[in-house]
C-alpha cells in the first residue's frame, strides 16, 4: 500500500498538482491575513478606500492586458522557441502603449481631484509589475510549467504579506495603506524577476532590431475583441458593488464589505489555480473526441466541486470564531454578510467547468452572452437592492448574478457538447474564460 502512494505521489502530473496546490494555498493565506491586517490597523473607512483602490486596479489591469492573452497563448502552443519569443515581444509592445494610456488618464483624474495624487505613482508602479507578472504567469502555465508560474504567483502575491505582517507588528509607525502599496510592488518586481529567469531559456537576443509586429498584433486583437467584453461583464460582476455601496450607502459599509469580499476573492483565485491545471487537458480532449472531452470535463468537475465544498465548509465553519478570537467587533457584527456571499463565491467557482467546455469548443459568443448577461443582472440588482438592505443586499445581488452565470454557461455548454462533434467546422475565433489572478481583493 505504501509503495503505491509513494509511486501515486511522485508522478509529476500529481507533484506539479499538489506543488501548485500549496504555493496557492499559502497565497490565499496570505490574502486572508492581509485582510486581517488592514482590518486591525486601518478604519473602515480607509478599508473602504483600500476596496476603491483595488476595484480601479482591476478594471485598469483589464485595459492594459485587452486581453490579447486569449490570442497570445493560443500562438504560444504549437511555436518554436524563436517564434514564442517574437509574440511575447509584440504582446510587450502592446502592453507599453496601453500603459502609457493609462497613465494620461491617471494624470487627468489627479487633475480633477477623482484620484487621490499620493497614491497615483504606487498605483501606477502596481499596475506595471501586475500586468508583466500577470502575463508571464499566464505563459509558464500553457507552456506546461505551473510550479514555476504559481511560485510567481506566491511571489506576486504572497511572500510579502508575511513580511510586511512582521513589520507593522514590530514598528506601529508602518501600520498605514501606503506601506502596504509599497510592498505590494516589490513583490511584484520579485515575480518578474523569477519570471524573467524562468523564460531566460527563449533566444531573446535574436530580437535585437526586432520591432513588434503590428499585422500580429491586429490580429490579435481582432480575436480578443469579442472577448474584452467578456472579461469587463466579469468584473462588473466582481466589483460594481464597492462602487455602488460607496454612492449609497457609506465608505464605512463599504471596509467592512472589502474586508470579507477581500477573503472571498482569495477562495475565487484558489480555484483559478485548479481550473487552469485541466485547461490544457480540456483542450486536449476536445482535439481528440467527444469520449475524451467528455472524461477531462468529469474529471475537472468533480475536482472542483470536491474543492469547492471544502473550502465553503472550512470557510462558514472558521470565520465567526476567528472573528471573535481576535477582537475584530466591528467586522463580528456584520458576520452575516460574509455568510450570504458565500453561495456566489461556490457558483462562481464551479462556473469554470462549463466555461472552459465551451473555451475548449471556441464557443466565444456563448460566453459572451453569458458574462454580459449577468453583469447586466448584477448591476440591475446592487443599483436596487443596495439603497434598500445595504451590503446585504450587495450579497445578494451577487448570488443571483453568479446562478445566473452558472445556470446559462452549464445549458449553452451542454448544447455545445451534443452539438460540436456534428458540425465540427462551426467554430468562432477563441477565447480564454476570464482569470480570477485578475480579481483583486
Known amino acids: 500500500m505504501r509503495p503505491r502512494l ?70 504560444l502552443v504549437p511555436a518554436s522557441p524563436e517564434q514564442r519569443a517574437r509574440i511575447i515581444a509584440d504582446q510587450m509592445g502592446l502592453g507599453a502603449v496601453a500603459l502609457l494610456a493609462i497613465g494620461i488618464v491617471v494624470a487627468g483624474a489627479i487633475a480633477t481631484g477623482s484620484f487621490p495624487a499620493r497614491l497615483a505613482p504606487w498605483f501606477i508602479l502596481i499596475l506595471v509589475t501586475e500586468h508583466v507578472s500577470l502575463e508571464a504567469t499566464r505563459i509558464l502555465i500553457i507552456t506546461w510549467r505551473p510550479v514555476r508560474a504559481y511560485i510567481g504567483v506566491f511571489l506576486r502575491g504572497g511572500i510579502w504579506v508575511y513580511m510586511i505582517a512582521a513589520l507593522m507588528f514590530a514598528v506601529p509607525s508602518t501600520r498605514m495603506l501606503e506601506t502596504v502599496l509599497v510592498w505590494w510592488a516589490l513583490g511584484g518586481v520579485l515575480s518578474i524577476a523569477f519570471s ?26 481582432r480575436v480578443a475583441r469579442p472577448f474584452m467584453l467578456t472579461a469587463a461583464g466579469a468584473l462588473v460582476i466582481s466589483y460594481v458593488d464597492r462602487f455602488v455601496i460607496d454612492a449609497f450607502v457609506g465608505r464605512d459599509a463599504l471596509g467592512i464589505y472589502t474586508f470579507y469580499s477581500t477573503i472571498l476573492i482569495g477562495l475565487l483565485s484558489l480555484g483559478g489555480s485548479v481550473s487552469h491545471q485541466f485547461l490544457p487537458k480540456v483542450i486536449a480532449g476536445y482535439a481528440a473526441g467527444p469520449d475524451a472531452y467528455r472524461a477531462s470535463l468529469r474529471s475537472f468537475f468533480w475536482s472542483m466541486l470536491a474543492l469547492v465544498s471544502a473550502t465553503m465548509i472550512l470557510s462558514a465553519s472558521a470565520m465567526g470564531p476567528m472573528l471573535a478570537l481576535l477582537g475584530l467587533s466591528t467586522y463580528a457584527a456584520n458576520v452575516g454578510v460574509f455568510y450570504a456571499m458565500l453561495p456566489g463565491i461556490f457558483l462562481r467557482m464551479l462556473a469554470d467547468v462549463p466555461s472552459y467546455a465551451l473555451y475548449a469548443a471556441r464557443s466565444d459568443r456563448y460566453l459572451l452572452i453569458c458574462n454580459l448577461g449577468s453583469a447586466v443582472v448584477s448591476t440591475t440588482l446592487n443599483v436596487a437592492l443596495i439603497p434598500v438592505l445595504g451590503i446585504y443586499g450587495a450579497a445578494l445581488a451577487g448570488g443571483v448574478a453568479s446562478a445566473a452565470l452558472f445556470i446559462s454557461l452549464l445549458g449553452f455548454a451542454i448544447h455545445r457538447m451534443r452539438e460540436s462533434f456534428r458540425e465540427p467546422g462551426a467554430t468562432v475565433a477563441i477565447g480564454l474564460p476570464t482569470d480570477p489572478d485578475m480579481l483583486y481583493p
Open 6 to 75: 509513494l509511486d501515486l505521489v511522485t508522478r509529476p502530473a500529481v507533484a506539479g498538482t499538489v506543488a501548485a496546490l500549496v504555493l496557492r494555498a499559502l497565497t490565499l493565506a496570505s490574502r486572508f491575513l492581509l485582510s486581517l491586517l488592514l482590518a486591525r490597523m486601518l478604519s473602515p473607512a480607509e478599508m473602504g478606500q483600500y476596496g476603491l483602490l483595488t476595484a480601479a486596479l482591476a478594471f485598469a489591469l483589464f485595459m492594459v492586458g485587452l486581453e490579447f492573452y486569449s490570442y497570445t497563448l493560443r500562438e
Open 196 to 221: 524573467a529567469f524562468s523564460l531566460s531559456e527563449l533566444p531573446w537576443r535574436e530580437l535585437s532590431g526586432y520591432r513588434p509586429d503590428v499585422r500580429n498584433i491586429r490580429a490579435g486583437l
